[in-house]
């Protein structure tokens, strides 16, 4: 069955610095992929998304991230994190069911900035 | 160009009670996903709608139920509520079944006491 993992429950960065967040996925196919920003009390912004082609998809707000086959994962980067950065971050693969799809999440990585 | 809009905002119910969620799709958008996200995790998927009728359901009860209307906005209707119905619950919209990246709203924050 499909499923996201995101291994870091917390993360706290330093303003100025680069970020990773990492997420691995199970899934048979290749997957369609995306990274979502929620800040506290906000619904899901999408960032970026992964369908196919180039490996390394560009997004909004700087961040980018990059589809390794080989290791099942779609790790998010940014080289220059800001204190507008914090938030909960969350990675999630489509699951398609007769031609209609639903997102599967993983369980999200909250980023703290630290000035 | 409105995005997804959810009504209400906050919303404070009693066990037993029933509730009525709304959203409207973002303009051009046709199918409507409803997903349930509890605190301090990532958001579940309730079920989906297209064409006005239920495509998929995730693991949720039949308390959980919902309705399109014919200009594509949705209502998610949870009878019978318990204290565990407390969460956001966040609709997406997106053009078409998919896979098709879906665009949220800013949610319900439904509190069952």
């Known amino acids: 069955a499909q499923s996201v993992t995101q291994p870091d429950i917390h993360i706290t960065v330093s303003e100025g610095a680069s970020l990773e967040l990492r997420c691995n996925y199970s899934?048979?196919?290749?997957?369609?992929l995306f990274w979502y920003v929620q800040s506290p009390g906000q619904g899901l912004q999408l960032l970026l998304k992964y369908f196919s082609g180039d490996t390394l998809v560009q997004g909004i707000k700087g961040f980018e991230a990059e589809f390794k086959r080989s290791q099942s994962s779609f790790n998010l980067r940014k080289p220059s994190v800001h204190w507008s950065d914090a938030a909960e971050y969350f990675c999630a693969v489509v699951k398609m069911n007769t031609g209609f799809q639903k997102l599967v999440f993983g369980t999200g990585t909250r980023l703290l900035v630290s000035p | 160009d409105a995005g997804v809009t959810q009504s209400p905002t906050h919303l404070i119910k009693t066990r037993g009670q029933q509730v009525t969620l709304r959203c409207s799709p973002k303009s051009g958008h046709d199918t409507v996903s409803w997903y349930q996200q509890a605190l301090g995790q990532g958001p579940q998927f309730i079920f989906q709608?297209?064409?006005?009728?239920?495509?998929q359901r995730g693991n949720f009860p039949d308390r959980f139920s919902g309705h399109q209307f014919p200009n594509y906005s949705s209502e998610l209707n949870v009878n019978a509520l318990l204290l565990g119905d407390s969460a956001l619950y966040l609709c997406?919209?997106?053009?078409?079944?998919?896979?098709?990246?879906?665009?949220f709203g800013p949610g319900t924050r439904l509190t069952v006491t």
């Open positions: 899934y048979g196919a290749t997957p369609y």
């Open positions: 709608y297209y064409e006005e009728e239920e495509r």
């Open positions: 997406a919209s997106s053009l078409g079944t998919g896979p098709y990246e879906q665009y």
